[in-house]
C-alpha cells in the first residue's frame, strides 16, 4: 500500500504558507535592530514564498524592506565614518 502525498482540505492552506508568513514577520522585527542588510532580504523571500502558496504577507514584507533600507544606510555611514577619519 503506497502512502498518498498530504492533500489539503477545499480552502485550506498548506502549512508551509502559515510558517513561512512568520518567518517573514519574525525575520522583518529582528533585521530591523539587528543585521537588517542579511535579515531583510530573507525576510523578503519568505514573504513572496508564503503568497505563492496563498497566504498574505505584506507585513514581514514591509518590515523586510525596512530592515534592508536600515541596514544599507549603517553600512553607508560606517563606511563613511571609517573613511572621513
Known amino acids: 500500500m503506497s502512502q498518498q502525498p498530504y492533500q489539503n482540505a477545499p480552502g485550506q492552506l498548506p502549512p508551509e504558507a502559515g510558517k513561512a508568513r512568520t518567518a517573514s ?13 542579511v535579515l531583510g532580504p530573507l ?25 534592508t533600507v536600515f541596514g544599507v544606510v549603517a553600512l553607508v555611514f560606517g563606511v563613511l565614518r571609517i573613511v572621513l577619519q
Do not use: D, T, Y
Not at 514577520?25 to 542588510?37: A, M, P, Q, T, Y
Not at 523571500?45 to 504577507?57: P, T, W
Not at 514581514?60 to 525596512?66: P, T
Open 25 to 37: 514577520l519574525v525575520l522583518g522585527i529582528i533585521g530591523i535592530f539587528f543585521l537588517g542588510i
Open 43 to 67: 525576510a523578503i523571500m519568505q514573504a513572496n514564498k508564503a503568497e505563492r502558496l496563498g497566504e498574505r504577507s505584506s507585513a514581514g514584507r514591509v518590515l523586510g524592506w525596512i530592515g
